[in-house]
């Protein structure tokens, strides 16, 4: 049972108890009372429960084993989102599937649910080029499109699925101090200081106009094709906001969160991420650390050279730090716009992702641009918001410089 129908119960067994003291009903007030002391665990229960799901890392929400794997061996994508635009295929196992999945999203949808569990098994690594149902039937020749990697999830974020309503997590700001005294001596009081960080519903979404002849399709490759089509452009366009987002119809990201540590114009990469480092280890922050950068950082670390002339290596530019390269990154991070490129060190698993719904399709066959080709039209959505726990956990290093870093020199003491 969800904590809303425990608080909702709760809720009314207090309105019975009011209504029965109001009218000095002992009876009916003394067994209302009874029904809320054998409620009152359950909701305790519940909300520690809750409170161990939202701290826990990358747990995907698969909803019980039954429809989990059922999904991952029979739900088809391309039938649902055939069946939805009238067309003659038989997708009665996808229909099914929608009450079960509007339970576990908590909402009914608009169109058709297409569950995550559905992106969770390996697909194939191409997508469509100008052709998507080639005469000679060769889909596993399709050329995919060159597009960034979505990075962020892979640097350790804190994934918290299957949310309903907005998100109050509470925060420790201060706590209380600790002071050694004498005997017979009174402590001095201190309170602990709380704040919450807050997520809240942003959606995402893409109209496309997909072929009446893809969806008739029943090849695993043209299924393959839409699963990766659609996991790929979510999954981007999370990466790309959970870094640097606009705040207002789209998350925050780590770079618009107020409170995180700033280094700027550091003298070169060496100091960049030593000073980094440095600024992180003095406010405590954990050990899933990471860097994240533009490739061109990575091709000026390249060129590095030692006084002999060789290589220095990326390991020892980055001063063993794990790093991590996407054109995600804003390239211009400072003063400097065309010239310089940032860096954002911290500790990734402060980075919260939620996801509140399964992918949310609606197909028009009727859009008249579509019809008129017989193709249909799709709106695919989803819902999702990012928050950062400790806005100290992160580094911006802003206006690094483009020049080759020179090997430091020992100085012998």
């Given at each position: 049972m969800k904590t809303s129908d425990l608080i909702e119960q709760s809720a009314a067994i207090e309105s019975r108890m009011k209504a029965a003291h109001e009218a000095d009903d002992q009876p009916a007030f003394e067994a209302a009372e009874a029904e809320f002391n054998a409620i009152k665990p359950k909701l305790e229960r519940q909300r520690k429960i809750d409170a161990m799901e939202r701290r826990e890392a990358g747990t995907p929400l698969n909803g019980d084993n039954k429809l989990t794997s059922e999904i991952r061996s029979r739900f088809n994508i391309g039938r649902a989102i055939a069946g939805a635009a009238g067309l003659a295929v038989d997708w009665g196992f996808e229909s099914?599937?929608?009450?079960?999945?509007?339970?576990?999203?908590?909402?009914?949808?608009?169109?058709?649910?297409?569950?995550?569990?559905?992106?969770?098994?390996?697909?194939?690594?191409?997508?469509?080029?100008?052709?998507?149902?080639?005469?000679?039937?060769?889909?596993?020749?399709?050329?995919?499109?060159?597009?960034?990697?979505?990075?962020?999830?892979?640097?350790?974020?804190?994934?918290?699925?299957?949310?309903?309503?907005?998100?109050?997590?509470?925060?420790?700001?201060?706590?209380?101090?600790?002071?050694?005294?004498?005997?017979?001596?009174?402590?001095?009081?201190?309170?602990?200081?709380?704040?919450?960080?807050?997520?809240?519903?942003?959606?995402?979404?893409?109209?496309?106009?997909?072929?009446?002849?893809?969806?008739?399709?029943?090849?695993?490759?043209?299924?393959?094709?839409?699963?990766?089509?659609?996991?790929?452009?979510?999954?981007?366009?999370?990466?790309?906001a959970a870094i640097l987002g606009g705040g207002a119809n789209e998350p925050k990201g780590v770079l618009a969160t107020t409170g995180i540590q700033k280094l700027t114009a550091p003298a070169s990469l060496f100091d960049a991420v030593a000073d980094a480092v440095a600024l992180a280890d003095v406010e405590n922050v954990g050990a899933s650390r990471g860097l994240l950068t533009t490739p061109e950082i990575r091709k000026i670390a390249a060129k590095a050279l030692d006084a002999n002339g060789l290589p220095i290596g990326l390991d020892k530019v980055f001063g063993g730090v794990s790093s991590t390269f996407s054109n995600q990154v804003p390239k211009t991070l400072g003063g400097s716009p065309g010239t310089e490129h940032g860096m954002i060190y911290g500790d990734w698993s402060e980075l919260l992702i939620g996801i509140w719904s399964e992918i949310d399709i609606l197909v028009n066959p009727f859009e008249s641009t579509a019809y008129s080709k017989g193709n249909v039209m799709i709106r695919a959505m989803a819902t999702v918001d990012c928050a950062v726990r400790h806005p100290k956990a992160f580094v911006s290093i802003e206006d690094v410089t483009t020049a080759t870093p020179a090997m430091p020199e020992v100085v012998t003491p």
């Open positions: 099914e599937m929608q009450g079960e999945l509007a339970k576990r999203a908590g909402r009914n949808a608009e169109g058709v649910f297409i569950p995550t569990e559905c992106f969770e098994t390996r697909v194939l690594t191409t997508t469509t080029g100008a052709e998507l149902v080639p005469t000679d039937h060769r889909p596993d020749q399709y050329v995919n499109a060159l597009v960034a990697s979505a990075k962020v999830r892979a640097l350790g974020s804190t994934i918290l699925s299957g949310l309903t309503g907005n998100l109050s997590i509470p925060r420790e700001t201060a706590s209380p101090a600790i002071g050694w005294v004498a005997e017979n001596t009174a402590l001095t009081a201190g309170d602990a200081d709380f704040d919450s960080i807050t997520l809240s519903p942003k959606h995402a979404g893409a109209l496309s106009e997909w072929s009446r002849n893809m969806l008739m399709q029943a090849s695993p490759d043209v299924e393959a094709l839409l699963r990766q089509m659609l996991a790929r452009n979510l999954a981007l366009a999370i990466d790309k």
